[in-house]
């Protein structure tokens, strides 16, 4: 059975920092791309940053240089540094894997957890 758990989340002021993390279980985690997304109230789900089986990652624009994502094979979870916080970045982030290259839309990723919700204040 596959699981995925976020945890981390919470309320930040803006130029702030959290961590979120990722926990996985049901499947061999050194062999999939993992992603995280997020969902701001009103919004469609959104790809932030991915990380291949290789170690590749790639982060989208609004995240980059803020964002840094970091998986640990031998732990088989993965994780999400988040700097200098703005309101913009307030939504549900969610993690999400996939078996097979990085990829972008939410329907490529077959496997997700519940997200948790970062809430960014002014």
Known sequence: QVQLVE???GLVQAGG???LSCATSGFSFNTVTMGWFRQAPGKEREFVVG???SGGTYYADYVKG???I???NTKNAVSLQMNSLNPEDTAVY???ARIGPLAFRTDNY???GQGTQVT???
């Open 7 to 9: 945890s981390g989340g």
């Open 17 to 19: 920092s959290l961590r």
């Open 51 to 53: 990380s291949t089986r």
């Open 66 to 68: 803020r964002f840094t």
């Open 70 to 72: 970091s998986r640990d």
């Open 94 to 96: 969610y993690c999400a």
């Open 110 to 112: 077959p496997y997700w």
């Open 120 to 122: 960014v204040s002014s």
